[in-house]
């Protein structure tokens, strides 16, 4: 059974540039989370999502960033006009929910790094 | 929010020793006390966790023990081997699903 996938491992963007990170879940999870950890820190709670509906956002700074998690497909956060205080590693996690909803297990993270 | 602290912050103890870090949190309406092990590059990875009507849990050579009332949990790790230095964060949960993440602990163990 595959664990929690992230792609891309590592993202380079230029400032003002659009960072696309995606995440699909462990087969049979519903749930989806993304957490930021910056350096030498602890994950810091972003957003939390099921299927077509964003549950609690209010980790996600109020511009610039943006989740989803289609029907089909994986979930995506974006982050627009990137600036360098962006660079850190984004890691997206997912839960089964309904009773097994807290435990969440994470991926391998993307590490966006802003030029 | 939840204000969550963990201690201490570096651990270094010699191979077969034991390993104890503490947690402690705010938010009397957490419920759900997990602990995660991250080694470099690597995402957190889920190694224990403990919901608040059980005291204590036990899985080989780790255990958390958790207390309510004082509002903090503890990650217990035996005999432990180079293959556990990592960092380690507790992460307790409330009835929203969101994990509140400590500053972590970097665990070395010395063959």
């Known amino acids: 059974n595959a664990g929690v996938m992230q792609n891309p491992r590592h993202l380079v963007r230029r400032r003002g540039q659009e960072a696309r990170l995606r995440c699909s879940p462990m087969?049979?999870?519903?749930?989806v989370y993304w957490y930021r950890q910056l350096p030498e820190e602890g994950l810091k709670f972003m957003v939390y999502l099921q299927k077509e509906n964003i549950i609690d956002e209010s980790g996600m700074p109020k511009e610039r960033f943006s989740a989803e998690f289609p029907k089909e497909g994986p979930s995506i956060l974006r982050i627009q006009q990137v600036v360098r205080g962006d660079s850190a590693a984004y890691f997206c996690?997912?839960?089964?929910?309904?009773?097994?909803?807290?435990?969440?297990?994470f991926g391998p993270g993307t590490r966006l790094t802003v030029t | 929010g939840e204000n969550v602290e963990q201690h201490p912050s570096t651990l270094s103890v010699q191979e077969g020793d034991s390993a104890v870090i503490k947690c402690t949190y705010s938010?009397?309406?957490?419920?759900?006390f997990p602990w995660y092990k991250q080694e470099l590059g690597k995402g957190p990875q889920l190694i224990i966790d403990i919901r608040s009507n059980v005291g204590e849990k036990k899985d080989q050579r780790i255990a958390v023990t958790l207390n309510k009332t004082a509002k903090h949990f503890s990650l217990h790790i035996t005999e432990t081997q180079p293959e556990d230095s990592a960092v380690y964060f507790c992460?307790?949960?409330?009835?929203?699903?969101?994990?509140?993440f400590g500053k972590g602990t970097l665990l070395t163990v010395n063959p």
């Open positions: 992460a307790p949960g409330g009835s929203n699903y969101k994990l509140t």
């Open positions: 938010d009397s309406a957490s419920n759900y």
């Open positions: 996690a997912s839960s089964p929910g309904q009773g097994g909803a807290y435990e969440q297990y």
């Open positions: 087969k049979g999870h519903s749930h």
